[in-house]
T-cell receptor, first 111, second 114 residues
């Protein structure tokens, strides 16, 4: 089976740093992805991790530990426009390219 | 087109009716995915195509759901005998580089079954 867990909601203040965690249990592993989805809009790709460690891309960074089945998305210098849902997704094996998504974490940034 | 195009953007139908949802992927993208998303939930995988063939249809909930991609570009998701529980946003995505897993999503088709 496959299970992806992330917190349902988080709040933070403009200018702050927030870390969104994701844990997963899958029958195989071939990459972890983070997507951003603003209300009423389509998800957009943020990051991809397949090896352990931190991937940095501007204000956003994503970390992966395969042995722990754990990832986090770090958002720095928060802006109001970062208020959105953040979706963790896992590609579970080498013979399929489907992504399995978690339920998403709704982040609200306050001034 | 520049992005993934889905039609209709909204569809309201009655229980028991047949519905078709269309997806036009980004030109040159060989992989095409269908997901559905209910309010407050993440996208739920339905089916994905590599070219014309369904590479993985394990997410289709039952035999009322069917999808085709006859020429390896446009895809149609077909739902027979719709039920109220089928109400959701149906998202289509396409991908060129399956290594990075970057999917480009359309705006979705919101289906409401009364």
């Amino acid at each position: 089976g496959q299970n992806i867990d992330q917190p349902t909601e988080m709040t933070a203040t403009e200018g702050a740093i927030v870390q969104i965690n994701c844990t997963y249990q899958t029958s195989g592993f071939n990459g972890l992805f983070w997507y951003q989805q603003h209300a009423g809009e389509a998800p957009t790709f943020l990051s991809y991790n397949v090896l352990d460690g931190l991937e940095e891309k501007g204000r956003f960074s994503s970390f992966l530990s395969r042995s722990k089945g754990y990832s986090y998305l770090l958002l720095k210098e928060l802006q109001m426009k970062d208020s959105a849902s953040y979706l963790c997704a896992v590609r579970s094996s080498y013979n399929t390219d489907k992504l399995i998504f978690g339920t998403g974490t709704r982040l609200q940034v306050f001034p | 087109g520049a992005g993934v195009s889905q039609t209709p953007s909204n569809k309201v139908t009655e229980k028991g009716k047949y519905v078709e949802l269309r997806c036009d992927p980004i030109s040159g993208h060989t992989a095409l995915y269908w997901y559905r998303q209910s309010l407050g939930q993440g996208p739920e995988f339905l089916i994905y195509f590599q070219g014309t063939g369904a590479a993985d249809d394990s997410g289709l909930p039952n035999d009322r759901f069917f999808a085709v991609r006859p020429e390896g570009s446009v895809s149609t998701l077909k739902i027979q005998r719709t039920e109220r529980g089928d109400s959701a946003v149906y998202l289509c995505a396409s991908s060129r580089d399956t290594n990075t897993g970057e999917l480009f999503f359309g705006e979705g088709s919101r289906l409401t079954v009364l």
